[in-house]
């Protein structure tokens, strides 16, 4: 057979047969090895999780975001040995969990051990004042409350007195209360003095006098005047109204200039304060203590607060 000259056309084509088939052999290996690793992979669990040696665990892992939690294999979970970042980072979870927890129960005892010291500090003030007051019944109307200080003030620093009136006798009683115990104890020997017309008993008090509010009480020398025109009352029942209680008292004591009666949806009855234009009418009106209003013996005691005037409010359009 004739040897084929290079460059002739049937030298080109049988090249170009060559690299055709040469490329039909790798396409077609291609192919098979493929094929291979369709067949090898549909014999696997689709279930199964991936299985990370622990060595490979230990190692850091790189090329994370830059908002991604970094964490420390030394102090989260790798003294376990070998504790992938997930479960490290539960541990981290629980641990934060637990110190919150902690920290929420031991403000709560700190707070309740607060609440608890505060209660045992009004606790003892109060009893500590208890000691120092004195209970003196017996009192006739005639006596004030400045007359009976200034008597008791011979025992000891009188810091507050406090007369009642009673709804089951004619007579009242008082609190008095000293800055000290020795006043409230030399206090006791003045029991069977006369005062007015009756000797008084005191004894000691089992109850401390509740102090007034101090923007309540008289701040000038008009609202002290007032103070002594005025009475306190209390057991008012809740039917009678504010013109009952005025004529009631104008009736027996005189002309009352201001009156202020007061109610809510948790007593069963109601107080007020009634100022009278003259002293002598508030005086007359402690003997109305125990008489009865509507269906109720009232309760008639010097009023430590003036009734302050009523602000007229002034209505926006």
């Not at 000259?5 to 090895?33: F, L, N, R, V």
């Not at 009976?148 to 000891?156: Q, V, W």
């Not at 089992?206 to 309540?216: C, Q």
């Not at 027996?252 to 109610?263: K, T």
Request: charge should be positive; glycine fraction near 8%.
């Amino acid at each position: 057979m004739a040897a084929v000259a290079e460059g002739s056309p049937a030298a080109a084509q049988a090249a170009s047969a060559a690299a055709a088939a040469a490329a039909a052999a790798k396409e077609a290996e291609y192919h098979k090895d493929v094929q291979k690793l369709v067949d090898l992979l549909s014999k696997l669990n689709p279930a199964a999780k991936e299985f990370v040696p622990s060595s490979a665990a230990a190692t850091p892992r790189k090329g994370l975001s830059a908002d991604a939690p970094v964490f420390y294999y030394g102090s989260i979970g790798g003294r376990n040995g070998g504790i992938g970042a997930d479960a490290g980072y539960i541990g981290y979870q629980q641990r934060m969990r637990r110190n919150f927890v902690d920290n929420e129960r031991r403000n709560g005892y700190i707070n309740h051990g607060r609440r608890r010291t505060n209660e045992r500090a009004r606790r003892a003030d109060r009893e500590e004042s208890i000691r120092r007051t004195v209970y003196v019944s017996e009192l006739d109307h005639t006596v004030t409350e400045e007359r009976l200080a200034e008597i008791f003030a011979n025992c000891g620093q009188v810091v507050d007195c406090r007369i009642c009136g009673d709804p089951n006798s004619v007579m009242r009683f008082a609190f008095i209360e000293f800055a000290g115990e020795e006043g409230a104890r030399a206090a006791l020997n003045l029991g069977g003095t006369m005062l007015g017309f009756y000797p008084v008993r005191v004894l000691p008090s089992k109850t401390a006098i509740l102090p007034v509010n101090p923007k309540f009480l008289p701040a000038t020398e008009d609202e002290k005047e007032m103070v002594i025109r005025t009475v306190y009352c209390t057991n008012i029942d809740k039917k009678v109204t504010q013109l009952d209680v005025k004529s009631f008292f104008e009736e027996l004591c005189g002309e009352v200039s201001r009156l202020r009666l007061l109610g809510d949806n948790v007593h069963s009855t109601r107080i007020a304060f009634v100022e009278f234009v003259n002293a002598e009418g508030a005086i007359q009106a402690l003997n109305c203590s125990g008489m009865i209003l509507g269906t109720l013996p009232v309760r008639v005691s010097p009023s430590k607060t003036p009734v302050k005037p009523r602000l007229n409010r002034v209505v926006s359009n």
